[in-house]
């Protein structure tokens, strides 16, 4: 049914403009990302209302899903939504990307991160994970994940025990079917709160994992990524994918360490890059392509984001990726 399904805690994004003086108002802490309630979020986009210049599907898995549907391939993302406007609207900006929402919902406001971005540039993000927590083991939706190629799953889905056990739900009934189970560290802030946990799912229910070199330091205890990429790779049994910004790509297995490397380009924002590297490599591995290739592919692609800002660009030359990884496409 699906190449690719991707789990991760559905938020919408709002982006709005800012002063300086909006933001002492509001007690936020300029450039960083801030975890906020629902009440405190609901009087943010009050203030922020007439200030606001974009609305779009948002989050980590999202960025992904996208990715994929825009190189061609089919795409979900489950998780969990509330009842409430943000919700429709997420479904209906993921449909617009090209992607299948399977959402399940709770009577909690929809999870939203609202990013307002002060005259220097600066972006300061306030995420109210609403609803996302609330995910559950009934509103994994196993029948289409058994059909899918690859169950892709972001360690941004690890807060609460409910979403634990959906997660683990989900992995084992990929993992029954045959299916392949990749999962992305997301975070340096993620390992240092389930360090111990991902560790036991990276060796019980992964196949495939997804890190860049920071985060596999940091979970490894490795002082070297190339240990740390055979460490990752031996947790998994079978695949370590670690991103290394302009240093390139490796790519670890059983067999040694494929390196390659970076596609050159003048880095604005960094903000999406690994998760289009990701739709690339996941749709590579759905398509057996060669590491070589694989990693060529998602360094083109991931390129193209960090010479922009914003997390997504609908505009990229897919021919030209596709050529310069030396694949030839129908």
């Known amino acids: 049914m699906f190449d690719v399904y991707c789990l991760c805690n559905p938020l919408f994004d709002i982006l709005a403009t800012s002063s300086d003086e909006l933001l002492v108002d509001c007690g936020s802490e300029k450039g960083a990302m801030t975890l906020v309630s629902v009440e405190h979020q609901r009087r943010l986009l009050s203030t922020a209302a007439l200030e606001i210049t974009a609305r779009e599907a948002g989050g980590s898995g999202a960025n992904t899903a996208i990715g994929v549907a825009q190189l061609g391939y089919k795409a979900a993302y489950g998780g969990c939504v509330g009842s409430d406007d943000f919700g429709l609207a997420l479904s209906d900006a993921l449909l617009a990307g090209g992607v299948t929402p399977h959402f399940g919902q709770a009577d909690v406001d929809t999870g939203v991160c609202l990013v307002l971005t002060t005259p220097d540039a600066q972006r300061t993000m306030h995420t109210c994970l609403g609803a996302s927590q609330y995910f559950s083991p009934e509103l994994v939706n196993v029948d289409a994940i058994a059909q899918s190629k690859i169950l892709y799953v972001t360690g941004y889905l690890w807060d609460t025990k409910l979403q634990q056990d959906a997660v683990e739900h989900a992995m084992s009934a990929a993992r029954n079917a ?20 991902f560790e036991n799912l990276l060796s019980s229910h992964v196949d495939v994992v997804f890190g860049n070199e920071q985060e596999a330091l940091a979970i490894s205890g490795k002082d070297d990524v190339f240990e740390a ?40 924002d960094t903000t999406g890059a690994g998760d289009m590297f990701a739709s690339a490599a996941l749709c590579g591995l759905v398509a057996g392509y060669s590491y070589e290739q694989t990693g060529k592919l998602a360094s083109f692609m991931s390129a193209a984001i960090v010479a922009q800002f914003g997390p997504r660009n609908q505009h990229i030359d897919i021919a030209a990726a596709y050529a310069y990884a030396g694949i030839q496409v129908a």
């Open 178 to 197: 045959g299916r392949l189970v990749a999962f992305s560290l997301s975070d340096a802030f993620c390992i240092a709160r389930h360090r111990e946990a």
């Open 229 to 268: 990429s055979k460490w990752l790779a031996e947790q998994t049994g079978h695949l370590a994918i670690i991103t290394r910004g302009p240093d390139g790509c490796l790519f670890t297995d059983a067999n040694g360490i494929t390196e390659i490397a970076a596609f050159a380009t003048e880095a604005i």
